[in-house]
């Protein structure tokens, strides 16, 4: 007697894992204000956006580690200061067709 085991697309469950990510990183207004900030000037340093969002370097880290995490924005050292930027590639491809393609039925 042998068990059938069931069929898993693993390629659609990591597909929809890293979708997950990304928009669980999107679903909160202190990142969605991160992003914004960096969109407005390009680069921003760490030291300005805690300033800027009034949140303390702690929770600050917390948001962008997410970011990071989803690929959504990428981090350059210089010296004792983090720059971030956005990653526009990941943040284009969460607008693009291909997501919306995911759910077409053709």
């Known amino acids: 007697m042998s068990k059938e085991i069931p069929f898993q697309d693993l390629s659609l469950e990591r597909t929809f894992s890293?979708?997950?990510?990304?928009?669980?990183?999107l679903a909160d207004q202190k990142r969605l204000y991160i992003l914004h900030e960096i969109t407005q000037h390009g680069?921003?340093?760490v030291c300005d956006l805690s300033e800027k969002l009034e949140l303390p370097q702690s929770k600050l880290s917390y948001h962008l580690k997410i970011l990071m995490d989803a690929?959504?924005?990428e981090k350059e050292t210089r010296g004792t200061w983090?720059?971030?930027t956005l990653n526009h590639s990941q943040l284009n491809h969460?607008?693009?067709?291909e997501l919306c393609c995911l759910f077409r039925r053709e």
């Open 18 to 25: 890293t979708y997950e990510k990304k928009f669980k990183a």
């Open 43 to 45: 680069e921003v340093c």
């Open 71 to 73: 690929r959504l924005i």
């Open 82 to 84: 983090s720059y971030y």
């Open 94 to 97: 969460l607008l693009s067709e």
